[in-house]
């Protein structure tokens, strides 16, 4: 099993920044994705950014050059900054776990989930 807990969220003014963060525990595993994906209110979950055991990051083109995924492996802990934040980026942000790689944006396949942070933008 594995627990996942995000925090970090919060409200920001367009053009601002937040940092989320989601502590892991539970067993280790030698491969896995680690994602951040994020549901608005009446839209589909969309996956976010992810990485993988090879530390290999992807982001969804809406994010891509605004948002860093990044993990410190010895704390266990799984970061997504946030920079020139949109009002469009408002939404549930969930962090995910699954022991395995590949198409680590792909939400399906995720095996845990945490229970979301807040993260809302005004214009």
């Known amino acids: 099993q594995v627990q996942l807990l995000e925090s970090g969220g919060g409200s920001v003014q367009a053009g601002g920044s937040l940092r989320l963060s989601c502590a892991a525990s539970?067993?280790?595993?030698?491969?896995?994705?680690l994602g951040w994906f994020r549901q608005a209110p009446g839209k589909e979950r969309e996956g976010v950014a992810s990485i993988d055991s090879t530390g290999t990051p992807t982001y969804s083109d809406s994010v891509k050059g605004r948002f860093t995924i990044s993990q410190v492996i010895a704390a266990n802990t799984l970061y997504l900054q946030m920079n020139n934040l949109k009002p469009e980026d408002t939404a549930i942000y969930y962090c995910?776990?699954?022991?395995?790689?590949?198409?680590?944006?792909?939400?399906?396949?995720?095996?845990?989930w945490g229970r979301g942070t807040q993260v809302t933008v005004s214009s």
């Open positions: 539970g067993r280790s595993f030698r491969t896995y994705c």
């Open positions: 995910a776990f699954k022991p395995r790689t590949g198409r680590c944006l792909s939400g399906p396949f995720y095996n845990y």
